[in-house]
C-alpha cells in the first residue's frame, strides 16, 4: 500500500476540461491530481514563407513550464510532442499553413536527485541517453514523469476539442516508477523523488496506425507506442521482463 492509500497500480483522480481559452480553436486541461498541464491548438493558419512547406502543415509545438522560461527540458518535451503527433495529425490536407500546439505546464517543477553517468555496466540512467543526467541540482521537468504525461493528455484534448484537423489516433501517457523494487502507476511527485527510476510511456489509439496493422483484422482497434522516456537507474532485465502496467 502506497502513502496515499492507493495499490501499485491505482491512478489518481483524473480531471478532464475543454473549451478553457477563449482564444484559441481547441483547448484542453488534464490532472492527474496535481499534476496537471493546460494545452491549445490553433490552426491551420497563416505560415512564415521561412517555415512554410508546400506538402502539409508546418506543426509548431511550444511548451512552457510553469517556473521560469523553457530550457533544455522543454525543447525535449515539445520534441516529443512533435514526434507523435505529426504522423497522426492530418497535416497533408493543408499545406503552406501553420498548426501551433501550446502546452502550459500547471505543476511546479521539483529538485533532480540524480546525477549518475548515463550507463553503469548492465545499468542505464535514461532512455534516450542523451537527454541524462542534467548538472546536479537542475530541476526537473515540471515536477517529473507525471506532468509530461498530463502534457501528452492535454494536446489530445486539445486537438480533438479543435476539429480542425483530422486525427488518424489519440496518443495518451502516463507516468512509472520504479520505488524499492516494485512499480508504481501515477506516481506522486514525493514519490518521483525517491524512485529509483522514472518512465513516461504514451500510446496512440487508433485504426491504421500500428506497426503490426498488416497483421490486424480490418477495422480493429489499433495502440501504436509513440512516447518511451526514462530517466534514474534501472536495468535491462528490469524493464524487458516484466510488465509495469497492467
Known amino acids: 500500500m502506497r502513502p496515499d492509500g ?30 496537471a498541464a493546460l494545452a491549445s491548438f490553433t490552426g491551420p493558419i497563416e505560415v512564415r514563407i521561412r517555415d512554410e512547406r508546400v506538402d502539409a502543415a508546418t506543426l509548431e ?35 503552406r499553413s501553420l498548426v501551433q500546439l501550446v502546452v502550459q505546464s500547471l505543476t511546479p517543477a521539483a529538485p533532480q536527485a540524480s546525477s549518475s553517468p548515463p550507463w553503469i555496466g548492465e545499468k542505464t540512467t535514461s532512455w534516450p541517453p542523451s537527454t541524462f543526467p542534467p548538472p546536479q541540482g537542475t530541476p526537473t521537468l515540471s515536477g517529473g514523469m507525471v506532468p509530461r504525461a498530463a502534457a501528452f493528455n492535454a494536446a489530445s484534448l486539445a486537438a480533438m476539442h ?66 518511451i522516456e526514462a530517466e534514474g537507474t534501472f536495468t535491462r532485465q528490469q524493464v524487458g521482463d516484466q510488465e509495469p502496467l497492467r
Open 6 to 35: 492507493r495499490t501499485n497500480y491505482e491512478l489518481r483522480p483524473m480531471r478532464v476540461a475543454i473549451g478553457e481559452l477563449d482564444r484559441a480553436d481547441g483547448s484542453g486541461r488534464f490532472e492527474f491530481g496535481p499534476a
Open 61 to 95: 509545438v511550444i511548451h512552457r513550464p510553469l517556473d521560469g522560461i523553457g530550457a533544455t527540458p522543454s525543447r525535449a518535451l515539445e520534441d516529443a510532442l512533435r514526434a507523435s503527433f505529426a504522423p497522426i495529425l492530418t497535416l497533408n490536407r493543408f499545406p
Open 162 to 227: 479543435a476539429g480542425s484537423v483530422g486525427m488518424r489516433a489519440v496518443p495518451l501517457a502516463v507516468g512509472v516508477a520504479l520505488v524499492d523494487g516494485e512499480y508504481v502507476l501515477d506516481p506522486s511527485a514525493e514519490e518521483e523523488a525517491a524512485a529509483d527510476a522514472r518512465f513516461g510511456f504514451g500510446w496512440a489509439f487508433g485504426t491504421g496506425i500500428s506497426s503490426a496493422k498488416d497483421r490486424m483484422e480490418d477495422e480493429a482497434e489499433e495502440v501504436e507506442s509513440v512516447w
